[in-house]
């Protein structure tokens, strides 16, 4: 640990940076269930795989606007970073609330996710201003674990929303969160040690990227998330395509995703468990071999089905490579941030930049591909799995230095 915890406690400090983490989550699962209404209002045809775009734009969003954020977070604080992002955030979802045709929705969604940013970078650099080593893996186990509970509730809370009205009350609740966790995160001090601050000119920036961009330990596990939260952002663009048109089971829609999200925040908690007795190295490796085994197990079958494996088969073999994935995460990410403490804010930026944006891009080329059969959801998770696994291999060939790519 590099500082003690903030004067709240760790229970609720744990929470609030879980709930501001959840604004991200909420900006895509909330809306999953209204898809068919949102066709509906742009005349789009019942399969139309363009409502997709609207999580691969909030992704891109999201990736692009941490790295403007990050050098502010270095220099001002992680406090402002997250009133400037909770405002976009509330400015955009109700923009696309009012946006007359897609492609201007599609703007507001691509501003939402630059809202976004800002609070994911806040979280993400105050676990790391206050932790270190194996205990900021835990703790990022605990937050993204209590994060990860909101696709549990989202989908149903999400058709809940839209039964009382028109799918529009739907964003209207985004940003209302957002205006809940303003209020509530009036009670997070300042984390940012004063002798951390950096100066807010183009030069140290440039180096400060370069340095994220050169530590060997901090670029492979980059790139190992990058072609992890491909599959990922593939599955919750197509999760409702592949469960509603696909298997012609919409009704179990969110139960399905639900209890998906409740598996993935299981192996998050639990996996705070095996960092305490192993360490976060040997997590990591064990979960990506995992990853990458159940994979190729249910690639196997898909084969032998051509595409189409009964429906159960397919949702227990997908659910299981994502509850793999949701155990690598917390300590890929925990790993890629570990050399870089003085400089906290601007490796997140960087990382979840280009985790989030690359992810989003290698998904892209795997949702929009599906057409009937769930093969290149799963031949995607089983390609970007061993890429991932040999990214991390390469970043764990030597000790991590400044110098060591």
């Not at 790295?67 to 405002?87: H, Q, S, T």
């Not at 501003?111 to 080593?133: E, H």
């Not at 194996?134 to 989908?155: C, E, K, N």
Request: with cysteine; net charge neutral; proline share 5%.
């Amino acid at each position: 640990m590099t500082s003690s915890p903030p004067a709240i406690g760790n229970k609720q400090f744990t929470a609030l940076l879980a709930a501001i983490m959840a604004l991200g989550a909420l900006g895509i699962d909330l809306m999953l269930p209204v898809f068919d209404e949102i066709r509906t209002h742009f005349g789009l045809a019942e399969d139309a795989t363009d409502v997709a775009q609207i999580v691969t734009v909030y992704f891109l969003g999201m990736a692009s606007g941490q790295i403007f954020y990050g050098p502010f977070a270095d220099r001002y604080g992680r406090r402002p970073v997250l009133y400037v992002g909770l405002v976009i955030y509330a400015i955009a979802a109700v923009g696309s609330v009012v946006a007359p045709t897609l492609p201007l929705m599609l703007l507001s969604r691509f501003l939402w996710g630059v809202g976004a940013a800002g609070p994911r970078v806040m979280a993400v650099a105050v676990v790391r201003d206050v932790y270190s080593g194996d205990a900021m893996a835990r703790a990022m186990s605990f937050i993204m674990a209590v994060f990860v509970t909101v696709p549990i509730l989202a989908p149903s809370l999400g058709a809940g929303i839209a039964a009382l009205g028109p799918w529009q009350l739907v964003f209207w609740f985004c940003a209302l969160y957002a205006l809940v966790v303003g209020v509530w995160s009036l009670r997070l001090e300042e984390t940012l040690a004063p002798e951390n601050r950096r100066e807010l000119a183009l030069q140290p920036v440039l180096a400060a990227a370069r340095e994220v961009s050169t530590t060997r330990q901090t670029a492979g596990y980059t790139m190992a998330m990058v072609f992890l939260f491909g599959a990922f952002t593939s599955y919750l663009a197509s999760s409702e395509l592949i469960i509603g048109e696909i298997y012609g089971r919409p009704g179990l829609f969110p139960f399905i995703f639900g209890g998906v999200a409740t598996g993935m925040g299981g192996a998050m908690l639990f996996n705070a468990r095996i960092v305490e007795r192993v360490g976060v190295h040997q997590t990591a490796r064990l979960a990506v071999i995992g990853y990458s085994a159940i994979a190729l197990v249910l690639l196997a079958v898909v084969f032998l089905t051509e595409g189409r494996p009964p429906f159960w088969v397919a949702i227990i073999g997908i659910s299981a490579v994502l509850v793999m994935h949701a155990t690598m995460i917390p300590n890929v990410n925990a790993l890629a941030l570990e050399p870089l403490g003085h400089m906290a804010g601007m490796a997140s930026a960087v990382i979840g930049t280009v985790s989030l944006a690359g992810g989003a891009l290698l998904g892209t080329l795997i949702d929009r591909n599906i057409s009937g059969t769930i093969t290149p959801l799963v031949v995607g998770m089983v390609v970007y799995g061993l890429i991932a696994a040999g990214w991390m291999t390469w970043a764990e060939r030597r000790p991590a230095s400044p110098s060591a790519a």
